[in-house]
């Protein structure tokens, strides 16, 4: 399953899985200057326990690191793991940022 990316004009998204043509997985983002803010994360419920959440984060951040980004984690799920595994995610977690 590939992780897609798709902005509008404005720099609201999100990274996504499709299957036949169906979103089937996303992660809710929006950028802003040199921030990422991921605001939710949805799985469809024939994905849950396969890893998909992972695969979606894994990529965020990888996307954040290439362009030089820092990230808002609004989204319960991204929270939980900045929080949980932070020297993995130190250098690009928005700390500064109180909304």
Not at 6 to 16: M, P, R, T, V
Not at 63 to 85: A, E, G
Request: neutral net charge.
């Amino acid at each position: 399953m590939e992780v897609q990316l798709k902005l509008d004009d404005s720099g609201k998204g999100a990274f996504f899985i499709e299957e036949g043509g169906k979103r089937v997985a996303e992660m809710v983002i929006s950028l802003s200057g040199s921030n990422l803010t991921v605001f939710h994360t949805e799985v469809s419920e024939s994905l849950k326990g396969k890893g998909v959440s992972t695969q979606l984060l894994e990529t965020m951040v990888k996307y954040v690191r290439d362009n030089n980004l820092k990230v808002i984690p609004l989204c319960p799920y991204v929270s939980v793991q900045f929080r949980r595994h932070t020297g993995k995610y130190d250098d690009i977690w928005n700390k500064e940022w109180h909304g």
